[in-house]
Every structure is written in C-alpha cells, then in structure tokens.
C-alpha cells in the first residue's frame, strides 16, 4: 500500500514534464526515502536519475518498496491539469495508480499499471568525471539556443580558467565563453577537456531549469556529460548524456 499527498505540484510536474520529454514509460521504485527512477531512453543516448524525497510530500503512507510500470506522458497530462492552490494525492492500489486533484472539488484520475520491458542503464557509480563545474542555469540554456540557430550538435570545453560551448556549421558558428567567476564555478579540473553532444536531447534536458538556478555539470573528454540539478532536501534530477563522435 502507498498513498502520499503534496501540496507542492510545481516540483513534481515540471519534474515529470522534462523526464516524459525524454522517456515515454519507465518503471518507478516507491522507497521509504522517497520515490526514484533510473531509466534509459530508447535510443540509450540518455539516462535519467530521479529522487524526489518524501520530504516533499505533506502525507507519505510507505508498508513496502513498490516497483511500478507508468506511462510518464499519461502523467504528465494529469498533472497538468493541476492549479496551484491544488492539493494533489496520489494512491497505489490493485493495478491502479491513483491521483486526485482536490480544491473544493474533487477530481480522480486512474492510470493502469504497465509492463515495461528495458534495458537495465549502465552502472552510474561506474562513471569517472574529470572536469566539474556549477553554473547559472538560464545561461547554460542560453548557450544551447545560440547552438541550435547553426548545428544539430554542440561542442563543450573546459579548463582551469573558462568554459566554452561552441556550435559550427559549414557557414556559420557560435560561441559562448564563460570565464570561472561570472556565473560559473570551477569545482574540479585536471587537463582540459572537449566533447560534442546531441542538441536535441540538450533542449529537452534543460527544460529542468525551472526546477533549480544552477546545475551542475560533469564531464570528460568524448565522454558521457552529467547535468545535475537539485533542489536540496527535495529533489536530484540528473542526466547522463553519451557524446557524439566528431565527424
């Protein structure tokens, strides 16, 4: 049995709306922590890391660690229809999966519980970054726009001293520097590294952005890149990106 309540709704929706962007169905663990998901999407370009604690939850009912199978688009259109001063529940019962919008009235949506059939994602632990930063999320995604006006693809680099994302076409560039201090910070750095990532799924990702001011980001050269955001005591919503080869 699980039931929660969350008062909330902005943190778990604009959670949702980034993840189903990306993942259509996925399964979820339902912890005495909180609930978590780690899934891949179908092409294995990108894995997500979610935990939303049950800090956030005003009533948070646990007997037994659940795993359930949802599809995060169908949720995510629920929670759509949420309003701010919403109170919203949330129930597991049978193969059903319960959530009630409540303000006055009250209102009950049922999502069945589904099979999901997928991969297991790569061991995160297993990962290595060399280079980590923390910078301004609405900058990040600023650079990603400039990218997206010339290239499919966007090319990071890193060292001591500044980060850059540049973007390239047969005609056309773009390039934003960013020197440690202005809106960025250095956390962790060895040599200098370089990698190029798929913009489409970076678009998607930094979605996120309404959920923390900054991310944090991990990376190596023509290796996998983390971006991280977090809302501490609440939320970690973190992505594993593969990097594309350089042609």
């Keep these: 049995m699980f039931e929660a309540t969350i ?8 959670s949702i709306a980034t993840i189903a962007d990306i993942i259509d169905e996925t399964e979820i663990r ?16 990108t894995v997500v890391d979610f935990m939303l604690s049950r ?11 659940e795993k359930i199978g949802i599809n995060l688009v ?16 949330m129930k597991l019962e ?4 319960h959530v009630t919008l409540q303000n006055g009235s009250r209102r009950v949506f049922s999502l069945p519980l589904i099979d999901v059939s997928k991969e297991e994602p790569p061991p995160l632990d297993a990962l290595q970054f060399p280079a980590q930063m923390r910078m301004n999320s609405e900058i990040l995604n600023s650079g990603i726009e400039d ?7 966007i090319i990071f680099t890193a060292n001591k001293s500044n980060f850059l994302m540049r973007a390239e076409s047969d005609n056309s ?6 020197p440690s201090g202005q809106g960025m910070k250095i956390l962790e750095m060895g040599e200098p590294v370089r990698a190029r990532y798929s913009l489409d799924y970076l678009k998607k990702i930094i979605k996120a952005r309404k959920l923390a001011d900054e991310v944090n980001i991990s990376m190596g050269t023509d290796y996998p890149m983390k971006i991280q955001f ?18």
């Design 74 to 89: 169908s949720l995510f259109q629920i929670l759509k229809r949420a309003k701010s001063d919403d109170k919203l529940s």
């Design 7 to 14: 008062d909330e709704i902005d943190i778990l929706r604009d």
């Design 147 to 153: 990218a997206e006006l010339v290239s499919d693809s």
């Design 173 to 178: 560039s773009s390039l934003l520097e960013l």
């Design 30 to 45: 339902i912890k005495e922590k909180g609930i978590e998901m780690v899934a891949a999407d179908r092409a294995v370009v």
């Design 55 to 65: 800090s956030v939850f005003k009533e948070y009912k646990f007997e037994k660690e």
């Design 94 to 97: 049978a193969n059903k999966f």
């Design 230 to 247: 977090e809302v501490p005591g609440k939320l970690n919503l973190g992505f594993i990106v593969a990097p594309r080869v350089d042609e």
